[in-house]
């Protein structure tokens, strides 16, 4: 009993640690979403919500063949109906729509997200990174509802228009002195990345990235983007707006002056092998730390991963700190409690 409260307790200081840290980013996952069934749904229940929304009944009837024959969740369903050719299949495309016209209604509770999002606009550390692999959009609701700056790539107001180059401006005012002028900043925003797309982001045609409201309903031919659940996604982030985004990724894990030395991942299963090799690649490097929070990581995951000297990954069942095991927490892997401790 001894030994696994002395595990804790570490396992706990190194968490509070790391978190307030600086050079920190962040990348969140489904289950930074779910909110304990309030929110969004996670990968597992994904299928049952949008089903009904799939309007060709044709198309809903081979996912659904698939999922009864054994696929393992719609990700492994549209990957057996791909036909390996380049243009995207009627089933991905439907799936799209479908997720998209499930979430545009919801209204989840911001709570969680208001105070993630205060306590990392709090902080000195200049323009921190939220990665996310979320459609949803918790977090630009949260940060305009307590009135914080938040740049997400786009400029504009009705049908604002894609431009990365807004993630390497800074707020701030020229000072006179007698040295001369000096560049003072008066505000920090949040940089919020959104790799696989968002609600309201559409393609007016291949040079035209836009982004409306997120329940707006999308004009036909415009296309959503919105990388579906497959194998074919690793593909799609190579085109823009995603490039752009997956370029900064890369950049803050090895490949820039702004390096971060710690990913904090919240609710990210590390399923999705494109996201998987570049945070490998970082682990490689001397300086950097991997924070893993996750309610459950498969067998197969949990091994690849908890036996890293470099990494720390807290889940209910069990936890690994730097390559030593302990047991699970109680709640230290949800992302309600980690609100509370960035």
Not at 36 to 60: E, F, N, Q
Not at 98 to 115: G, K, N, R, S, Y
Not at 278 to 293: G, H, Q
Request: glycine residues 8%.
């Amino acid at each position: 009993m001894a030994v696994t409260v002395d595990f804790i307790s570490r396992l706990e200081a190194k968490v509070s640690e790391q978190l307030r840290a600086q050079r920190v980013g962040f990348l969140l996952g489904a289950g930074s979403s779910y909110l304990d069934g309030r929110g969004y749904p996670i990968a597992a229940g994904l299928w049952d919500g949008i089903k009904d929304h799939i309007s060709d009944r044709d198309v809903r009837m081979e996912i659904q063949e698939k999922l009864d024959s054994g696929a393992g969740g719609i990700e492994e369903a549209l990957d057996l109906l791909d036909n390996g050719q380049a243009n995207e299949t009627l089933h991905r495309r439907l799936v799209t729509e479908a997720i998209a016209e499930f979430f545009a209604p919801m209204i989840p509770p911001l709570e969680t997200h208001v105070e993630f999002v205060r306590r990392l606009a709090r902080r000195p550390d200049p323009s921190i990174k939220i990665f996310t692999l979320n459609y949803d959009p918790l977090i630009e609701r949260a940060a305009e509802k307590i009135r914080v700056r938040l740049y997400d790539g786009f400029c504009g107001y009705e049908h604002a228009f894609f431009d990365s180059s807004v993630f390497e401006e800074r707020i701030g005012r020229l000072q006179w002195s007698f040295k001369g002028k000096r560049f003072q900043p008066t505000a920090r925003p949040l940089l919020l990345l959104k790799l696989h797309g968002s609600l309201g982001w559409y393609n007016c045609d291949s040079q035209d990235i836009r982004r409306c409201a997120f329940s707006s309903l999308i004009a036909n031919p415009n296309e959503r983007l919105m990388i579906p659940p497959q194998q074919r996604k690793a593909n799609e982030t190579m085109k823009q707006p995603y490039a752009a985004l997956w370029s900064s990724f890369r950049g803050c894990l090895g490949q820039s002056t702004e390096l971060i030395n710690r990913l904090v991942c919240i609710g990210y299963g590390f399923l999705d092998e494109h996201v998987n090799t570049l945070v490998e690649n970082a682990l490689a490097r001397s300086d950097f730390t991997l924070l893993i929070f996750a309610k459950q990581l498969s067998n197969r995951a949990w091994s690849k991963w908890s036996t890293k000297p470099n990494v720390v990954a807290v889940t209910e069942a069990r936890c690994s700190l730097k390559g030593e095991m302990g047991p699970g927490h109680p709640d230290l892997w949800s992302f309600e409690r980690l609100s509370k401790e960035v």
